[in-house]
């Protein structure tokens, strides 16, 4: 199975600066080959961090640890192996479309930008940028490509921010928060947009969010991170039945629902997540779990243990299992 | 029917597209809406559909080219400032971020005492900390925050103090534009829950403004839908989201991921 990932990420740490406290803090996981896979968390909590330092794109940031792509390690790596890989072998699809576009050239130019990079003709690499646009469900796409980001509106330039990720046909397609900016309706069209692509192509997609409702309809594995950790590993059948982590339990517990007004009250995590550079002892998120004990608050950072379907970090899981039932 | 407490009838507000430009969008096409006394109304839509336009509007913080607003049984749409100063304290805003809506350079105590002075016209010192320490236990917060000015505190406490802030007034209406929207998931429904208790314990109204669908459903009694300015569905919150009856509303439930691993 190892083999088989194409991305295979292994004790990941991220420092900032000077500082000792790691964003991230010796994450591992692996992304098959056309899977799926979502990264969940609440701000801070390190699932953007750890995706932009595989991808050498954090400044002033230590980086430690593994991440191999097609077995070749980008920690570490130039940016002239880096450069072939990022954008031409993995795709990324940032937040913000108004901020990833420059607002001074067309869609088309920067579209195709990459593709003139890597040595097509500009008249050849406008033609492609016409067609991923036709791709990406951009009406009237061969004069469209010649607008600019402004005469778009939010969905479309994120359709755009789109095109531009698979204009060199990339194997995985990462996407940052793609659409947390984004009405309701263009959210369901922008993700599935991406999700049909991925199928289509043979695409792994990663998406990152805060979001548990995106990644339970878009992502077959899912990852919850908690302060620099992860703390479940799971399936998204899994996920939503039987979490195995209080942290995860709580989240799921604390979203309203329509449809199911039987409590007054939302249930809630009490506290907060805690600060860079604070963080508690033992397991991170013991003083918020009310399956804490002696163990969690003064033993090592529990690390992240098979189970059946995935992987938890909580040591009480039995206990947890039991009671939570 | 009882008495409303707000309403709004065939307001219009038309904004020009541009400095050079005759073209003019239409933000509120005759809208009519009320709040009765007690009552948590929710405002639904996709961004430019005009929601903080109506809500701008009826908080006189923007000037509207037709309609009438009322408040209490008064109209209000086109009182002076001076005149509508008094009614600034039963008429309150929370907005979506509060990183933005609190003077940094305010101590918390600064913050919600502006109001306490001007409004219910305490002057005596400890009296006035008596009632800030009061209003931030309300909230969730502990009374000595009232010594930390607002970048010592997260996004959910922010939403606290101007949460705070709002009620030291002793508001009887309460405007909160997507208060939770800029909010961690776990911080979300800490502030959802307070305002639930709010709204239970001093009986405010509230307008609340929300493109999420699921915390208009957990908070609210009613709801306005708006598309392109105008109100195109209300109705109780059951109602409308069990059976919309618009084409928008049942695309906008629909395309609403809710979690739901099947």
Redesign the interface.
């Known amino acids: 199975m190892q083999s088989m990932n194409i991305l295979e990420v292994e004790s990941l740490s991220v420092r900032f600066g000077e500082s000792s406290a790691k964003a991230v803090e010796e994450i591992s996981f692996g992304l098959a080959k056309g899977e799926t896979l979502g990264i969940a968390g609440?701000?801070g909590s390190g699932k953007t961090a750890s995706i932009l330092s595989i991808l050498g794109l954090l400044q002033r940031a230590t980086v430690e640890g593994s991440a191999k792509f097609e077995g070749q390690e980008l920690i570490g790596a130039g940016n002239k192996l880096l450069n072939g890989i990022r954008g031409k072998r993995i795709g990324l699809v940032l937040q913000d479309p108004f901020a990833a576009l420059d607002p001074v050239q067309t869609v088309g130019h920067q579209i195709s930008e990459g593709l003139r990079a890597s040595g097509w003709s500009k008249k050849r690499a406008m033609q492609h940028a016409v067609h991923l646009l036709e791709e990406v469900g951009v009406p009237s796409a061969s004069e469209r490509v010649n607008a600019y980001p402004h005469q778009f509106s939010?969905g479309m330039r994120q359709r755009v921010v789109i095109a531009m990720a698979l204009a060199q046909d990339p194997d995985i397609l990462i996407a940052d928060e793609p659409t947390t900016a984004l009405?309701?309706?263009?959210?369901?069209q922008v993700l599935d947009l991406m999700k049909q692509q991925c199928e289509n192509r043979g695409m792994s997609l990663v998406i990152i969010t805060?979001?548990?409702?995106?990644i339970?309809?878009y992502t077959d594995r899912i990852i919850i991170m908690y302060a620099g950790k992860i703390v479940e590993e799971s399936t998204?059948?899994k996920?939503?039945?039987r979490p195995l982590h209080p942290y995860t339990q709580?989240?799921?517990d604390?979203?309203?629902?329509?449809?199911n007004?039987e409590n007054?009250?939302?249930?809630?995590?009490r506290g907060?997540?805690p600060i860079l550079g604070q963080l508690p002892s033992g397991c991170r998120f013991h003083p918020r779990c009310s399956f804490a004990e002696s163990a969690c608050m003064h033993g090592p950072n529990p690390p992240l243990i098979p189970i059946k379907w995935g992987h938890s970090a909580c040591i009480q899981l039995e206990k947890f299992l039991r009671e939570s039932q | 029917m009882m008495a409303a407490l707000v309403e709004t009838r065939g307001l219009t507000k038309r904004f020009s597209q541009g400095f050079f430009s005759s073209q003019k969008t239409t933000a509120l096409d005759d809208v009519s809406i009320f709040i009765e006394p007690g009552e948590t109304v929710g405002l639904v839509g996709e961004s430019g559909s005009g929601k903080s336009t109506l809500a701008l509007s009826i908080a006189r913080l923007l000037h509207v080219d037709s309609g009438q607003i009322f408040f209490d049984g008064d109209e209000i749409t086109e009182l002076t400032t001076s005149k509508m100063r008094p009614l600034r304290k039963e008429l309150q805003f929370v907005f979506q971020d509060p990183y933005s809506s609190l003077n940094p350079r305010m101590s918390v105590k600064a913050i919600i005492s502006e109001g306490i002075r001007l409004h219910r016209g305490l002057s005596n010192k400890t009296e006035i900390e008596d009632e800030i320490a009061n209003i931030l236990t309300t909230v969730g917060l502990d009374k000595d925050s009232m010594r930390k000015h607002p970048k010592e505190f997260s996004g959910g406490q922010r939403q606290r103090i101007a949460i705070a802030r709002a009620l030291a007034v002793e508001p009887k209406f309460l405007i909160c534009d997507e208060p939770v929207s800029a909010l961690d998931m776990s911080i979300q429904a800490q502030i959802l829950n307070l305002l639930k208790t709010l709204k239970k314990e001093r009986n405010i109204s509230m307008l609340f403004i929300s493109h999420d669908l699921a915390v208009i459903n957990f908070l609210c009694d009613r709801a306005y839908i708006m598309k392109s300015g105008q109100i195109i569905e209300q109705g109780k919150v059951d109602k409308i989201f069990n059976s919309p009856k618009e084409r928008y509303t049942q695309d906008l439930l629909s395309a609403s991921l809710l979690v739901n691993a099947n």
Request: aromatic residues 6%.
């Open positions: 609440e701000s939010g009405d309701v309706r263009i959210q369901k805060h979001d548990l409702s995106i339970s309809h998204r059948l996920l939503f039945d709580g989240l799921l604390c979203l309203p629902q329509i449809g007004n007054e009250y939302l249930k809630t995590i907060q997540p």
